[in-house]
Each structure stands twice: as C-alpha cells, then as structure tokens.
C-alpha cells in the first residue's frame, strides 16, 4: 500500500556548510523540510568523524523540525539516551554495531523518542527480522555509511520492497528510511518501493539553492502524499 502515507523529506546536514548552519537549516525549513537528518560518526564504526551530543543539543534550540540522529557509531547503546536528553526526536542505531538492539531501542523508547534501526548495504534483512517489532523505523542504507555524495546502491530498491512486505504481513507500522545517494532521478521511484523518509544530503546542500532543492524534492513526492 502506498496510498495515504505521509513522506518526508530529510536533509541530512552532513553536506551542509557547518560555518553557516543555522541559516542552512532555515533554508530547507523554508523549503518543507519535515525532519533534520543529523549524522553521528566516531571514526571507528565508520571511517570518518563528524558531530555529536553538543551540536544537537544546539540544534535542538535552533529548528522547529524534529532531530533524527543517525548513529553510526560502536556501543550505540552507551550514548542512545543522551541523544535524546540532548533534544534528537528519533534516534537510530546500526544493527551491525548493536548485540544489544532490544535494549538499546527500549531505553530510546523510554527516554521519550522514536528508535530507529539502521541496516547497512550488505547486511541481510534476517538480521533484523525479530527486532523490527520493536522498532518505529528502519533506516535501509543505500550507500556505505561515513560520507557524503556516494552513489546509490540499487539493490535497496528491492531490500525496501521487501521490507515493505514484511511490515504490511505482520501489520507492523515502522517507517521506512532511506539514506544515500537520494536525488532527484531517483526519489520517485524509492517511494514507490515503500520509503516514507527521505534522507538527502549532497542533492540538497551541495544544490546552489538548498530551500528550491527541497522544495522540489517534496513536489517529486506529491502523488504520494
Ligand atoms: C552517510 C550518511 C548520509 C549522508 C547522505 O553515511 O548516513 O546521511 O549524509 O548523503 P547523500 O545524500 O549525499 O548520499
Ligand atoms: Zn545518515
């Protein structure tokens, strides 16, 4: 079913200019931005580094739109709650990073956010098929997490189809993330595999106009929304 689903559209400020960030996320609040992807790397789950627990704690003050922290970081489960208590609205976790999933999406849950599940490329959809029960997201990655600007896999067209299957099977009401090389020529057809979040980074704010970039990322959206 893809009829009545709300999408969103998700600028992820990991290609945005960090000097200027507050008037970056104005722009695509402007633009109909629904949730502000922040990504969260520790240089050791992934190869490279970027922001943490101050730098949402700032947002958080700074956007009206909900934070969703992308945590690509090892023990998730240490720091999961106080990227809540820093003011994220949903916070997802990687399965890869994570032997403690259910744990770790409670104590998000209990802390008052939406806990997500994020699943890399090459990781089987069976890694999750007990957890996603307890998830109200699952972020499908279609590029290898750590940067910005890759090229999408196409493979997780079908891995969203799928997963699509298996939430409407078991009537479960997780949303569908997804991350990684989203832009235009492409984000139709994500959201007719299933997708309800869209994560977007260098197709937004490495566009001369972030605000029209988004504005015309939602209107690739409308017949579905
Ligand atoms: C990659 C991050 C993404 C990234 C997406 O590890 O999780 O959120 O910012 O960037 P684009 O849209 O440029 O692929
Ligand atoms: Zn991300």
Same mark, same amino acid.
């Given at each position: 079913m893809v009829s009545g689903r709300t999408i969103e559209i998700a600028p992820s400020i990991?290609?945005?200019d960090f000097a200027r960030l507050g008037e970056e996320i104005a722009a695509v609040e402007r633009g109909g931005a629904g949730i502000l992807h922040v990504d969260v790397m520790d240089?050791? @789950? %992934? #190869?490279n580094i970027t922001i943490g627990l101050p730098v949402v704690k700032s947002l958080a003050a700074a956007t009206r739109l909900p934070i969703d922290a992308h945590l690509m970081i090892s023990e998730p489960g240490r720091y999961a709650e106080q990227f809540v208590a820093a003011g994220a609205k949903m916070v997802s976790v990687h399965v890869e990073a994570d032997p403690h999933l259910h744990r770790t999406l409670m104590a998000i849950k209990g802390a008052g956010a939406q806990a997500g599940i994020a699943i890399n490329p090459?990781?089987?959809?069976g890694e999750i098929e007990e957890a996603i029960g307890f998830a109200d997201y699952i972020l499908i990655m279609s %590029?290898? #997490?750590? @940067?910005?600007?890759q090229r999408f896999i196409n493979p997780a067209l079908q891995k969203v189809r799928r997963l699509r299957q298996m939430l409407d099977e078991r009537r479960l009401n997780a949303k569908i993330e997804i991350d990684g090389g989203i832009d235009l020529n492409n984000i139709a057809e994500v959201v007719a595999a299933g997708a309800e979040i869209l994560v977007a980074g260098s197709a937004i704010f490495g566009a001369a106009d972030p605000q029209e970039a988004t504005r015309l990322m939602r209107e690739a959206t409308v017949e579905w929304v």
């Open positions: 990991l290609s945005a240089g050791h @789950f %992934v #190869p090459a990781t089987s959809l %590029v290898n #997490p750590g @940067f910005g600007g």
